[in-house]
């Protein structure tokens, strides 16, 4: 076996997992992010899988100060303090890496730097070839011929590993150890190195090359020119300083003993419990294969701070959690094998009549419907299954002959149909989607445990498996037990015989009917349930109509355009080659890097990336714009191969065979706002600001010469929504008049009379209304317009000056949060805020933000909402042809009859201006043409 030995840098590869899943954190039901443990448990599973290391150790830092501190008061002063959730979770890191028989190794005054450093060299000597795993930079100073840098994989980049030969072209040195003054030169702001003032990295490489070393530089200093020597005469003590802080120790109070650091077989005993308490379904089996289940593996012991010893569960004080973060604890493992159950085929004709007599005495029941596939209108039913009581279910089989199976299907139409009857579900729209295809509309009230759950607790995961081990400790049987993994040789319920998929089937209904009795009370207790019976469960028939109703597409526009956007970038691409005077691949990011900054040099400061590529990424590109033409052409030439790519050769292949139309499917539980989303086609991002993607819209078209498209949507309503939960009165008197607001805010900001005001100060009004309830800075605004940051400062100053409600409303708004952990809408929807307290600045900073927009943009959401049930509600009572067919932000598209067009048009202004009844006049713009594009 080879002598190979990994030492990974424990806190900087905790801190990149934790950051790495900061927008969208892991917790589980009892309010652990596991987010940290979940990113290092799949990095140290890649290693060991792919990397094959005959020995390991992870090495931590403590929090004793070491020399680097007494040399420099202020080394490392200006950290920001570690996010709650990240210290909660190194206990749980340091359990997992012992679990898999791994040394944790840690030295009181001596850095994980240091540690690693010494263990690298003592193993070099004993024939190793070491790699020290760490995304840090300062460690290219250990390289050699037989010790590497290990850089992890990260944003869609492989991981990469750096020896002498790629430390020496990175760094532009001669010889290794000049990293060192390099860093030294340059500063390092993170750990608070002074560095040299005036001598970034390009400054610092360059001086290096010529004079080879800091002393070099100071002992020439009398050769350079204006500040740059004036900074090197003044600051040379700080200047070695510095590089006496960036040195690495090779002689921490460390030894390499070969046996203790040898790899071996991972603890199950340890980490079954560890996994189950963190709730890793999918990690879990991936260590120990399909039969590992979180339920059966109890967890052991308390929790152990990082060196041992215990300390209380993690929490949050002063912070009102979901519902679902403080979920119960069940004992054991539950799962089909060890629970009592009954579960009834029912499989022939008399069979199904008593089940429907019983489903018909009942004030509610749970159904489910098994199908041959996941898209509900292209998709055929293979089964039904019922249950109205805990631990009892019934199983439908529906036979493959279409006809049979409307026939089975009809026999269950009135207990289906019957408005008295309560019907519980889980991601109920699938199953009411699937029914309507066989002839039956679902009536009634009904109950979505996905809701139920999205409302109680928006920011995590849905989906049925989960929510029964969170909330009953029960596993149900997973699909692919039945059906082969994900791929495609993965069969269909179809092809499996009766008995298993009774027990799937019935196992659904039975836990989806405990779920509800879970989740009913838990949404009383919240105050949701008001949001929840008359917003989100309704919405479910509108979503579903809409979704079954479809909308045509013209597909010979699609074609002309497909054709017309080939020609444009054919033609693009030979523009840009002429002016770059070469030909390379458009679609490469490093060619394009290379032409633009080392052929063209359009910017001597161009950033690389991680892998030392240049950085091409659209903000870059658009700040590069206004210094070349070629630039433009190159955004442009990216525009429409998106357009072509993503929307206009994709529209025509999502036409339901069936139906001839696009049918989109609505997610209610996706946006933690209470936003809704689509799919197939994604509604929602189809393009609106440019010409180019405008022209998308032109295809979505009526249904025939009979019909015309409506677009009805809301002008500005997060600004007519934040000046009615502000009550600000400069705002609510701005468009009570029926001003333009932006003008108003301009004349405001500006101290102009309305007709004073210019086009640039409407636009900097505009952007500051806009910017505000995101969390807009001075900086960001100086950004967006590109104008000085004082001059922005300036504008936000008067801003708050002139609306001081609304300022007023932030300080409210985030004193509530931070006292309650959650804020909410008009309509009582909860967002959560778990970090709004938190000591760590960045985090604090993201969920302050989300306080302030989330009551405005779940308000704008609710709003939409309740005009689509109440639009839908009249469709259907005044028996009208028309129907609405999309939904994106906040517009609502209708195919319309031409001769109910007046109508319509009527009805969905009422019904939209009084969705929610405000102090603040609501605006709704109503538009009609031949295509979604004319009618918008």
């Known amino acids: ?166 430390v020496l072209e990175k760094w532009e040195v001669e010889h290794v150890h000049q990293v060192i003054d390099i860093l030294g030169l340059w500063g390092d702001a993170v750990d608070n190195i002074p560095g040299i003032p005036g001598i970034g990295e390009k400054t610092a490489k360059a001086l290096i090359k010529q004079y080879g070393s800091m002393e070099g530089i100071i002992a020439n200093s009398h050769e350079l020119k204006g500040k740059q020597r004036e900074n090197v005469e003044t600051f040379a003590e700080q200047g070695l300083l510095s590089k006496k802080l960036a040195t690495i120790l090779l002689d921490a109070p460390v030894e390499f003993h070969e046996e203790s650091f040898r790899i071996g077989p991972p603890d199950r005993e340890k980490l079954e419990p560890l996994f189950a308490e963190l709730e890793f379904r999918t990690l879990g089996r991936r260590v120990f294969g399909e039969e590992f289940n979180i339920a059966d593996a109890k967890p052991q012991g308390g929790q152990m701070d990082l060196f041992g010893n215990p300390v209380e569960a993690p929490g949050i004080t002063n912070i009102t959690i979901s519902p679902a973060q403080a979920a119960m604890v069940v004992e054991g493992g539950k799962n089909i094998e060890n629970t009592p159950h009954t579960y009834h085929l029912i499989d022939t004709e008399e069979a199904r009549a008593e089940l429907i007599q019983l489903l018909s005495r009942q004030q509610a029941f749970c159904f489910d419907t098994e199908t041959t596939g996941v898209d509900a209108n292209n998709t055929e039913l293979v089964g039904l299954s019922f249950s109205v009581k805990p631990a009892e279910a019934f199983y439908v089989p529906i036979p493959f002959d279409q006809e049979e199976a409307k026939a089975i299907v009809q026999e269950f139409a009135d207990v289906f149909q019957t408005t008295s009857i309560k019907k519980i579900g889980q991601n109920i729209k699938f199953d009411v989607l699937i029914l309507k295809w066989y002839g039956v509309n679902v009536a009634g009230e009904l109950f979505d445990t996905m809701l139920a759950h999205y409302l109680l607790d928006p920011d995590t995961r849905h989906n049925m498996d989960v929510l029964s081990e969170n909330y009953l400790g029960y596993k149900p049987i997973a699909i692919t037990e039945l059906i082969g993994k994900k791929g495609k040789n993965q069969g269909s319920l179809r092809e499996v015989d009766v008995e298993s998929v009774k027990d799937y089937a019935s196992e659904d209904a039975d836990i989806t009917l405990q779920l509800q009795q879970v989740f009913e009370p838990m949404l009383t207790e919240v105050k949701a349930d008001k949001l929840f019976s008359e917003v989100e469960n309704p919405l479910v028939y509108v979503l579903a109509d809409m979704e079954i109703e479809g909308v045509r597409i013209d597909m010979e526009q699609l074609k002309n355009y497909s054709a017309e956007l080939e020609t444009d ?171 333009d607001i932006h003008t108003a805010t301009a004349a405001k900001v500006y101290g102009v009379s309305l007709e004073e005001v210019t086009a640039d100060q409407r636009r900097n009004a505009k952007a500051v209304n806009f910017g505000i309830i995101y969390g807009q800075s001075a900086f960001g605004l100086s950004q967006t317009l590109g104008i000085p940051r004082k001059e922005a400062g300036d504008i936000i100053a008067n801003y708050f000056e002139q609306y001081q409600g609304i300022k007023k409303y932030m300080a409210n708004t985030m004193n509530f949060a931070r006292e309650n952990g959650y804020v909410e809408t008009i309509m009582g929807r909860r967002r959560y805020l778990r970090d709004i307290n938190s000591a760590n600045q960045t985090v604090r900073g993201f969920a302050e933000r989300n306080a302030i927009n989330a009551p405005i943009q779940g308000s704008a959401a609710d709003m939409i909402k309740i005009a689509m049930i109440q639009i839908h509600r009249d469709i259907m009572a005044q028996g009208l042809q028309s129907r609405m067919t999309m939904q994106v932000h906040d517009e609502l598209v209708f195919d319309v009859l031409l001769s109910e067009k007046e109508q319509m048009k009527a009805l969905i202004k009422d019904r939209m201006q009084n969705a929610i009844k405000t102090k603040v006049p609501l605006v709704v713009e109503v538009g009609e043409g031949l295509n979604w594009l004319e009618a918008h």
């Open 1 to 166: 076996m080879s002598k190979k030995l990994f030492l990974l840098d424990g806190m900087a590869l905790v801190y990149r997992a934790h950051f790495a899943l900061s927008k969208n954190p892991r917790f589980t039901s009892n309010g652990i992010n596991t987010s940290a443990v979940m990113g290092f448990t799949n990095t140290l599973l890649e290693v060991l899988k792919k990397e094959n290391p005959s020995h390991i150790a992870v090495v931590f830092d403590t929090d004793a100060p070491t020399e680097r501190h007494s040399d420099y008061e202020a080394y490392k002063g200006h950290r920001q303090a570690m996010p709650e959730d990240l210290s909660a979770a190194l206990p749980y890191v340091v359990k997992l890496i012992e679990g898999f028989n791994i040394p944790v190794l840690t030295s009181d005054g001596f850095e994980a730097d240091d540690i690693i450093g010494t263990l690298a060299k003592k193993a070099e000597k004993e024939g190793y070839t070491v790699y020290c795993m760490t995304p840090d930079k300062d460690f290219a100073q250990l390289v050699s011929d037989n010790i590497f840098i290990y850089k992890p994989a990260r944003m869609g980049n492989g991981m990469e590993i750096l020896g002498v030969k790629e």
């Open 569 to 739: 970038i054919n033609r693009l691409e030979a523009v840009v080659y002429d002016k770059a005077g070469v030909k390379f691949n458009l679609a490469s990011p490093k060619q394009l890097g290379e032409v633009l900054f080392d052929k063209l040099k359009l910017d001597e400061k161009a950033k690389k990336t991680k892998t030392g590529q240049y950085q091409t990424g659209e903000d870059v590109l658009l700040a590069l714009a206004p210094k070349s033409d070629i630039v433009q052409d190159i955004l442009d030439f990216r525009q429409m191969c998106k357009l072509k790519s993503t929307y206009v050769d994709a529209l025509p292949l999502l036409v339901n065979p069936k139906t001839g139309r696009v049918h989109t499917s609505y997610n209610q539980a996706v946006a933690a706002t209470g936003r809704l989303s689509s799919n197939n086609p994604n509604l929602q991002n189809i393009p609106i600001k440019t010409a180019r993607g405008r022209e998308v819209r032109k295809a979505f078209i009526p249904r025939d010469e009979n019909h015309i498209l409506l677009s009805a949507d809301y002008s500005q309503i997060e600004l007519r929504i934040i000046a009615e939960i502000s009550e600000d009165p400069n705002m609510m008197d701005a468009f009570m008049q029926g001003l």
